[in-house]
T-cell receptor
């Protein structure tokens, strides 16, 4: 149980285009999902907290108009990188919080590698 | 503010030898502590957590960790390392309570187990 999927696993796009990444909790309901960014050989940096049915909460320094987050259902959150540029190339990982689990554990998706040419 | 430190960027160990990955933390109150492992181009896999109770926590794949409140440490250990344990390991902390849902990660420690 507690499986989180991400789609796509890898995407290459041209500079200036927008890319949407999906994060799904497959076997549990997640009122909260988290989006992280990871640069090569670095730790995960929290970008935003996505709450079902409400606006996402962004961490300091993260542009909300560039990284659009939608959490329309209890099993799906999407991250859209708008007008992507090469510096947005990174590994994006989502996690979902399982309300049914004691202490609200987070479960992580497999990640999406974004390359902007 | 909460923080996590993993003082070693890389740990090298021979297969069959004990493995230790260090983690120290700073958080208000009693922390929730986690260890995750990441293989190349993959997401994080949960290894173990400390919430309360016994200071020695046993987790997946033969790993364990000891919570030491006085030293604010939560070192990850495995008695006998395998080549397949080679990966990137992250320690994470979260303050307790509903308001403390955010995980803060350490910088990660790369483990290389040599045959």
């Amino acid at each position: 149980g507690a499986v989180v999927s991400q789609h796509p696993s890898r995407v290459i796009c041209k500079s200036g285009t927008s890319v949407k990444i999906e994060c799904r909790s497959l076997d549990f309901q997640a009122t909260t999902m988290f989006w992280y960014r990871q640069f090569p050989k670095q730790s995960l940096m929290l970008m935003a907290t996505s709450n079902e049915g409400s606006k996402a909460t962004y961490e300091q320094g993260v542009e909300k108009d560039k990284f659009l987050i939608n959490h329309a259902s209890l099993t799906l959150s999407t991250l859209t990188v708008t007008s992507a540029h090469p510096e947005d190339s990174s590994f994006y990982i989502c996690s979902a919080r399982d309300l049914a689990k004691t202490y609200n554990e987070q479960f992580f998706g497999p990640g999406t590698r974004l390359t902007v040419l | 503010a909460q923080s996590v430190a993993q003082p070693e960027d890389q740990v090298n160990v021979a297969e069959g030898n004990p493995l230790t990955v260090k983690c120290t933390y700073s958080v208000s109150g009693n922390p929730y502590l986690f260890w995750y492992v990441q293989y190349p181009n993959r997401g994080l896999q949960f290894l173990l957590k400390y919430i309360t109770g016994d200071n020695l926590v046993k987790g997946s794949y033969g790993f364990e960790a000891e919570f030491n409140k006085s030293q604010t440490s939560f070192h990850l250990k495995k008695p006998s390392a395998l080549v397949s344990d080679s990966a990137l390991y992250f320690c994470a902390v979260r303050p307790p309570g509903a308001a403390g849902n955010k995980l803060t990660f350490g910088g990660g420690t790369r483990v290389l187990v040599k045959p």
